[in-house]
C-alpha cells in the first residue's frame, strides 16, 4: 500500500482546493446530520474511482442527489451496526430509573456496576465495528448493494484474505482522524475541512485495499489450479 499517496493525492487534482472546500462546508454542516450523506457518498465515489484505478480519483461535486443517496444508505448500514450500543444503553436508562424507584440507596451502587458493564461493552462494540467498517466501505461502494454490508462471510473472507494490510488500513485511519482534530487549523471551523481530509485519506486507503486483497486473491486462486 501507497501511505504516502494516500496522505497527499488529492493535492494532485488541479481542483483540489475548491473540492476540500466544498467537503468542509458539508462536513460543517454533518453537524446538524444534513450533510452526512454528502460526504459519505462522495467517500463511496472516491473509493470506487481508486479501485478502478482512475488516475484523479477525486469526483466533481455535481450530481448529488446520487451522492446524498449512496451516502445514505451507507449511513443507514452504520446506524445499524450501532443498534446493539444503542438498545443496550436504552437498557442501562431503564434499569437506573427502576431501581432508583425500587430503591433509592442501592441505586446508587447498582448504577456505578450498570455503567461500568455498558461501559465495557460500548468500548468492545465499537472497536469491533472500527474493525470491520473497512470491509463495509469497500464493499458497499463495490456493489453499490445495501446488504453489501451485512453478508458476513464476505465481509471476513475479505478481511484474511490479507489481514496485515487490512490493519495497516484500519490504524492509518485511525492516526488520519487523530490528526485532522489536532492537526492544521486546531479545534476551530477548520476542523471541519482537516476532518474531511481525513475521510479522503481513509477512501484511498480503502480502494488501495480492495485492489492489494483482489491482487492476493488472485494471486492464491491461480495458486490453487
Given amino acids: 500500500m501507497d501511505i ?4 497527499t493525492y488529492m493535492f494532485d487534482d ?9 467537503g468542509g462546508l458539508f462536513s460543517l454542516l454533518s453537524v446538524i446530520l444534513i450533510g452526512i450523506p454528502f460526504v459519505l457518498g462522495y467517500m ?3 473509493i470506487k474511482n481508486v479501485m478502478d484505478g482512475v488516475p484523479s480519483p477525486l469526483p466533481e461535486w455535481d450530481n448529488l442527489g ?12 452504520l446506524f445499524i451496526y450501532q443498534i446493539p450500543n444503542l438498545l443496550l444503553q436504552c437498557v442501562r436508562i431503564g434499569a437506573m430509573l427502576a431501581l432508583a424507584e425500587a430503591d433509592p440507596e442501592a441505586a446508587e451502587k447498582a448504577t456505578l456496576i450498570i455503567q461500568s458493564c455498558q461501559g465495557c461493552f460500548s468500548l468492545v462494540w465499537g472497536l469491533l465495528v472500527a474493525a470491520i467498517s473497512p470491509a463495509v466501505f469497500v464493499k458497499y461502494a463495490q456493489t453499490e448493494d445495501f446488504m453489501a454490508g451485512f453478508r458476513f462471510g464476505e465481509l471476513f473472507d475479505f478481511i484474511k484474505t490479507d489481514l496485515g494490510n487490512y490493519v495497516i488500513a484500519v490504524l492509518l ?8 482534530l489536532v492537526g492544521l487549523c486546531g479545534l476551530c471551523i477548520g476542523v471541519f475541512f ?32
Avoid at 485511519?173 to 485532522?180: E, K, Q, R, Y
Fill in 4 to 7: 504516502g499517496k494516500a496522505l
Fill in 66 to 77: 446520487e451522492k446524498f443517496t449512496k451516502g445514505l444508505m451507507l449511513a443507514l448500514i
Fill in 173 to 180: 485511519t485511525w492516526l488520519a482522524g487523530i490528526v485532522a
Fill in 194 to 225: 482537516t476532518g474531511f481530509w481525513s475521510r479522503l485519506v481513509q477512501a484511498h486507503l480503502y480502494g488501495q485495499l480492495y485492489q492489494t486483497i483482489s491482487t492476493e486473491s488472485a494471486v492464491q486462486m491461480g495458486a490453487e489450479n
Fill in 14 to 22: 488541479e481542483n483540489w482546493l475548491m473540492k476540500i472546500l466544498m
Fill in 44 to 46: 463511496v465515489e472516491t
